[in-house]
């Protein structure tokens, strides 16, 4: 145990030169920082990730035909029944559904707009989880009975009704007019995959024909009954499309698993890349204390050889310069955690709404045992040099 002498001792000589002690404290308040930072960082990039595609669904497959050489047909492309063979055909499958979009032009006050008109089958709002802001959604009777009815997407009901409430109100896509009857959003983009765009009109799959001439679906969609069932979905999706088109024609089919896996994996490499560089600005924090105490026990040798000669032992003088490393690490990591904690804090309100800040405490005690160790292990051989001066030759030091 160390005395409270001791400690007493450290804490005059570390205020005897302020400005060494505060240059030795500032290597290892950057290093813990830097430790405290990696974590949050990490936690949540990893955070924002999963919410994203989890926002989209984990469990969701997708597949789309990929037009090959000149002999591709229209029998190759995904159509209606397909959509409707893969629930049936797959137990883990626990909905299903399809999209159709094609480019439109709509007047809008006097000028062309270019939107995308979705037909959509049953199921698609589950699967996609979009959010109706307004309104309501698409039901059974509207899809059966082909009703002219669609839900126009947030951006653009704002441009075509900008002062009015759209619910009730017609627009017309080409050749037919449909009923406004909700306005929806999306709650994630499907990485580069999605069929809704900023101007969308969402209407049933039914009326597609009648402005297509087919029954192709250019997206469809499979959601997993579990997580772990996924990569079986994938599989079965992909059979069940083989199966009903003629060999050699090629789908893509995939899900978001890989990509929550390929992202948790980037994470982690780029958090123990960080984390390295933390581990070395606290080394390098850790030589500058030995560096600065080595220098003060040559400056204080004569006061050394005085405390050995009135009685102080050497494991007294050992304990007395270990004190005052630890001290400047134990600082150190204060100063370090303390902005480590509030730097993210105080950026959060300038981050998009959908990031937030994960913090984990444990990162804070990691850092704090970690800056104490390297007081202790570059401290020792300093104060061990301390100890093991002969009190005779310090008192005869200039």
Known sequence: MIAPGISLEAVRALRASKLRSLLSTLGVAIGSACVVLVVTISLSARSYITGLVEAVGSNLVYAQFVPGDRTSSLSDYTTFGDVETIKPSIPQVINAAGSRGIPKDMTVGGEELSITLLGVTEGYQEIRRLVVLRGRYLDPDDMETHSKVCLLSEELAKRIFPADDPIGRTVRVGELSFTVIGVFRERGATFGESDVQRYTVLVPYSLMPYYTGDDVVTMLYAQADRAED?????????????????????????????????????SLALSVVLLVIGFITLTIGGVNIMNIMLVTVKERTHEIGLRRAVGARRADIRSQFLMEAVMISGIGAFAGILAGVIIPVAVEPFLPGNLAVRSAWLSVLVAFGVCCAVGIAFGYLPADVAAKLEPAEALRHE
């Open 230 to 266: 996924v990569p079986l979905v994938t599989r079965g999706v992909a059979e069940v499309l083989r199966s009903r088109h003629r060999t050699g024609v090629v789908y893509n089919v995939q899900n978001l698993a890989s990509l929550l896996d390929a992202a948790r994996k980037i």
